[in-house]
């Protein structure tokens, strides 16, 4: 059983940064393709980005592109999420993800571990 544990959430103004943090407990952590999704109020958990096992290439979201950095550091279990420019339409309850495999995913439903989630939100 892999454990995720999420931190970094919190309040900050529009055009402002913040950074996520997701810790795993895997064993397996260097060769699992991670992720981090997000679920706003009455709309569906939606794709952000993710981040191969191995080699550490970074995808993302169209809306996030250019703004957010995913990035992972295999020594210490962990995956990081970068956002700057932050807007409105980003908060949201954000989920970090771990696949077993090194192919990531843009959907849910393909990853086997889930954290509990962590609050962003960027008042308009």
């Known amino acids: 059983q892999v454990q995720l544990v999420e931190s970094g959430g919190g309040l900050v103004q529009a055009g402002g940064s913040l950074g996520l943090a997701c810790a795993s407990s895997?064993?397996?952590?260097?060769?699992?393709?991670m992720g981090w999704f997000r679920q706003a109020p009455g709309k569906e958990r939606e794709f952000v980005s993710a981040?191969?096992?191995?080699?550490?290439?970074?995808y993302y979201a169209d809306s996030v592109k250019g703004r957010f950095t995913i990035s992972r550091a295999n020594a210490k279990n962990t995956v990081y999420l970068q956002m700057t420019s932050l807007n409105p339409e980003d908060t949201a309850v954000y989920y970090c993800?771990?696949?077993?495999?090194?192919?990531?995913?843009?959907?849910?439903?393909?990853?086997?571990?889930w954290g509990q989630g962590t609050q962003v939100t960027v008042p308009s």
């Open positions: 981040i191969t096992g191995s080699h550490g290439a970074p």
């Open positions: 993800a771990a696949r077993l495999g090194m192919v990531y995913s843009t959907k849910s439903a393909d990853y086997d571990y």
């Open positions: 895997g064993r397996s952590f260097s060769i699992s393709a």
